[in-house]
């Protein structure tokens, strides 16, 4: 069955830094886009980013745009999500999801991203 695994959150201070990965398996990673969305405390399901199936192209939330980088390696089946510059605004449980903006058929357990000082 499908399966994606988010790992690299934690606690960090405001202006640091942390790498999320997602690991896939139970599908064809490589030919599907993959996105990354964010769910803060009390809110909704946020669009953060996503990638096309062969990772040349890329798209950002205004609110994570030069700051957040996405990558993937397909004979990895992983995901990535660099997040430089971090702000307590990007406190959040962060998921990987299968699938372009909006049309995520699949996404992870999450892993927790807290920034404060």
């Known amino acids: 069955q499908v399966q994606l695994v988010e790992s690299g959150g934690g606690l960090v201070q405001p202006g640091g830094s942390l790498r999320l990965s997602c690991t896939a398996s139970?599908?064809?990673?490589?030919?599907?886009?993959m996105s990354w969305v964010r769910q803060a405390p009390g809110k909704g399901l946020e669009w953060v980013s996503e990638?096309?199936?062969?990772?040349?192209?890329?798209y950002y939330a205004d609110s994570v745009k030069g700051r957040f980088t996405i990558s993937r390696n397909n004979a990895k089946k992983t995901l990535y999500l660099q997040m430089n510059s971090l702000k307590p605004e990007d406190t959040a449980v962060y998921y990987c999801a299968r699938g372009p903006k909006g049309l995520y058929a699949y996404r992870g357990q999450g892993t927790q991203v807290t920034v404060s000082s």
């Open positions: 139970g599908f064809t990673f490589s030919i599907f886009p």
């Open positions: 990638i096309n199936s062969v990772g040349d192209s890329t």
